[in-house]
């Protein structure tokens, strides 16, 4: 059974959301074209768009998953 004495901390004071910012706003430039090709010259601008997008969609499912886990508690 939980402790009830155990308080969950603010979203905003967890390193999940920190990472999840970071992450957001790296795949948020990439899908915007800030970070090019030339600057990666492995993947190519499309790629590295969805590459993006794809980064901040899983990092925002993440960060969903883990405060629920964490409010469950």
Not at 32 to 45: F, M, R, Y
Request: net charge neutral.
């Amino acid at each position: 059974m939980a402790d009830e004495t155990t308080e969950t901390k603010p979203g905003y004071k967890t390193t999940e959301f920190w990472v999840t910012v970071v992450c957001q706003v790296l795949g948020i430039l990439a899908l915007a074209g800030v970070i090019t090709s030339e600057q990666n010259t492995v993947l190519a601008d499309g790629v590295t768009q969805i590459v993006g997008a794809v980064v901040a969609a899983l990092s925002a499912f993440g960060y969903s998953i883990s405060r629920g886990i964490a409010k469950k508690k």
